[in-house]
Nanobody, 116 residues
Framework: QVQLVESGGGLVQAGGSLRLSCATSRNIFGLASVGWYRQAPGKQRESVATITNGGSTNYADSVKGRFTISRDIAKNMLYLQMTSLKPEDTAVYYC??????????WGQGTQVTVSS
């Protein structure tokens, strides 16, 4: 089992920045990958950014150049720095952990609202 707790969401104007944090109950280095997903109203959950055990990152095309995923292995923390936010970034953002047994774990989600 892996418990994930997100924080850092909120309301921001277009062009602004936010940093999301995710506290994990297991050492991140012991997971196959961790990442951020989001779900907007009426839409499917989509991958935003992921980072593998080896440190490789992957970003959705819509956030490349604006969002940065990072991790602090010593603190068991995952972050998502979001800049140049757009109204279309409005969604509930979820922290995800994928272990080597191919199990997925999710946080409770944090709301990000970008006003135009």
């Amino acid at each position: 089992q892996v418990q994930l707790v997100e924080s850092g969401g909120g309301l921001v104007q277009a062009g602004g920045s936010l940093r999301l944090s995710c506290a994990t109950s297991r050492n991140i280095f012991g997971l196959a990958s961790v990442g951020w997903y989001r779900q907007a109203p009426g839409k499917q959950r989509e991958s935003v950014a992921t980072i593998t055990n080896g440190g490789s990152t992957n970003y959705a095309d819509s956030v490349k150049g604006r969002f940065t995923i990072s991790r602090d292995i010593a603190k068991n923390m995952l972050y998502l720095q979001m800049t140049s936010l757009k109204p279309e970034d409005t969604a509930v953002y979820y922290c995800n952990a994928h272990d080597f047994l191919r199990m997925d774990y999710w946080g409770q989600g944090t709301q990000v609202t970008v006003s135009s």
